[in-house]
Nanobody, 115 residues
Framework: QVQLVESGGGLVQAGGSLRLSCASSGSLFNFYTMGWYRQAPGKERELVADITVSGTTNYADSVKGRFSISRDAAKNTVYLQMNSLKPEDTAVYYC?????????WGQGTQVTVSS
C-alpha cells in the first residue's frame, strides 16, 4: 500500500512560482512511476508531468519549459517546480504513483493563479 500526501499549493500571482511536494509512505516508492495531474473546475483530470524510476520525464505541452518534475529517493518524495505560472494553471493538483496495474492517488492540493 502506498499513501501519498501533497503539499505546497496556494495562491500566487501570474508569473510567480510554487513548488509542490508529494511525500510517499511505504518502502516501494523507488518502484513506482510518479506523476502530477491536475483538474480544473468543469474539466477532466489531465497529466501535467511524470517521472519514471530511472528518471525519464514527460511533460504536457502546456507546461513544457515552465514546470520541472523531480524525485528524491532518499526522502520518498516527488516535486513539481512550477515557474511562470498562468491563470490557466489554476487547478487541484494530484500526485499519482503507478506500477503495472496498480495506482495510488493523493488527496490533492489547490493551486490558484491570479491575473
Amino acid at each position: 500500500q502506498v499513501q501519498l500526501v501533497e503539499s505546497g499549493g496556494g495562491l500566487v500571482q501570474a508569473g510567480g512560482s510554487l513548488r509542490l511536494s508529494c511525500a510517499s509512505s511505504g518502502s516501494l516508492f523507488n518502484f513506482y512511476t510518479m506523476g502530477w495531474y491536475r483538474q480544473a473546475p468543469g474539466k477532466e483530470r489531465e497529466l501535467v508531468a511524470d517521472i519514471t524510476v530511472s528518471g525519464t520525464t514527460n511533460y504536457a505541452d502546456s507546461v513544457k519549459g515552465r514546470f520541472s518534475i523531480s524525485r528524491d529517493a532518499a526522502k520518498n518524495t516527488v516535486y513539481l517546480q512550477m515557474n511562470s505560472l498562468k491563470p490557466e494553471d489554476t487547478a487541484v493538483y494530484y500526485c499519482k504513483a503507478s506500477r503495472l496495474t496498480r495506482q495510488y492517488w493523493g488527496q490533492g492540493t489547490q493551486v490558484t493563479v491570479s491575473s
